[in-house]
Structure formats: C-alpha cells, structure tokens
C-alpha cells in the first residue's frame, strides 16, 4: 500500500467515525486519536464476525453497511434480535450494558467495522468521560425501540407488525420516491418476527394484492406507506 493510499484509507475511516453520535463532542486532533486504537476491518454479506462463543470482550463500532444479531432457540430456530445500522455501537462489553451472549453478529450487506479492546474503551472513556454519557443516550434510544416492538408483539397481528417492520426497515428511495428494504428475505423477515418463511411469504403476496408493496429478489417496495401505516394504526 502506498503512502498515499494509506492516507486515503486513515482519511475515510475518520470521516465514519465521526459520523458515529458517541464521538459527536470530539476534534479532529481526539478523533485521530480514537481511530488509532480502533482497528476496522471488511465483511462481505453472509460473513458471521461473531459467534455464541466467541468469550473475548470486544465493542463494534459500525461504520458502513447492515448487520444482523441472532440467537438460536432450544428447536434449532433462529430468532433474529436486531438489525443494526451504520453509525451504531454493540458488542460484548457488560460494563458498557453491552451483551452479545448466545448471539451471532452477521454482515447483512458489505461493511465496515471498527473493534475495540476492553482496556481500549476504558481509556478512551477515563480520558474523555463525555463519551459514556453518549454511550448511555444511545443505549436508552436502543431499549425504547426494544420496549416498543415488544408491545408490537404483544398487541399486533402479524400483518401489522409486519408492515411495521417495513416501514422501520425502509432507508432508501427508488427513481419513483418510494421506499425500499434492501438486503433482506422472507427468511429474515420471518425471524425478525418470530414467524415462519410461508406466513411471511403469503402476507406480503396480500401487501402485494393491496398495492401496498412490490417485491423481488431482497428487494422490497413499499409502493403505499400511507396505507401500511394505516394498517399499523388500526
């Protein structure tokens, strides 16, 4: 790698961590600092980073891409817990609130992940403590998303958790406005939702029937919004 290329390389992993809300209060000169103790590393779709039994302490910082966690029940079904975002952090780190026991962390599309050390992040936060209270602000937003798909679970049908989950899910638009999921399967979908792949098959054919979506390979248009959040009101 030549020099230049190297500097490109530390200039683009700067430029997503500061894109990350617990860095938000840093300089430039702290944030290089920060990106010199967080190695990053590649994961192409499919990869499995972390495993049920992976024992170290480690904090993953998501810089680019979509990954999923999930945990295998007593029957072999897999439930997916998560999906997470670029800019979030998760990983195995109890001090920080963080658990990833019995999960497996999946690269959904292609990303980028920065890990750090146990001793890494009690350094960074002793001599910058603004970064725990930020930590602190990201994992309520996290347990109030939690605490509101349990009530989904709790008081919705599948269809409308299901069209719920859609419009969570949808970050990005077609040449046409229109929101659209990407990178996921009926599969997933049924996990996310702790249904089966044919139930969620069926249901979206009815969307489908509806006018409320189209769909196609790990490619989901929401073709109607305003008639899935009706369904997700009633």
């Not at 230049?4 to 200039?11: K, S, V």
């Not at 192409?44 to 170290?56: C, Q, T």
């Not at 890494?120 to 603004?130: C, E, G």
């Not at 979506?213 to 490619?219: I, L």
């Amino acid at each position: 790698m030549t020099a230049t290329t190297n500097a490109q390389t530390r200039a683009t992993k700067l430029a997503y961590l500061k894109m990350i809300d617990i860095f938000q209060d840093l300089d430039d000169v702290q944030m290089k600092e920060v990106e010199s103790s967080a190695p990053m590393f590649t994961c192409e779709p499919g990869r499995i980073f972390y495993h049920a039994d992976d024992p170290a302490e480690v904090l993953f910082i998501l810089k680019k891409g979509d990954v999923i966690l999930s945990r295998m029940n007593e029957d072999g079904k897999r439930l997916i817990t998560a999906t997470l975002e670029a800019g979030t952090i998760f990983g195995e780190m109890p001090m920080l609130g963080q658990r990833l026991q019995n999960s497996e962390a999946e690269a959904l599309t292609e990303c980028l992940i920065c890990s750090m050390s146990r001793r890494d992040v009690i350094a960074l936060i002793n001599k910058y403590p603004i970064i725990a209270v930020r930590i602190s602000e990201v994992l309520s937003s996290r347990l109030e998303a939690a605490e509101e798909r349990l009530q989904e679970m709790a008081f919705q049908g599948l269809r409308e958790r299901l069209a719920s989950l859609l419009l969570r899910l949808a970050d990005e638009t077609d040449w046409r406005g229109n929101l659209v999921v990407k990178g996921l399967t009926h599969q997933h979908l049924a996990e996310i939702l702790g249904s089966y792949r044919e139930t969620i098959t069926a249901t979206l054919n009815e969307f489908k029937a509806e006018g409320l979506v189209e769909t196609g390979r790990k490619k989901i248009v929401i073709t109607d919004a305003d008639g899935l959040r009706a369904l997700v009101k009633l």
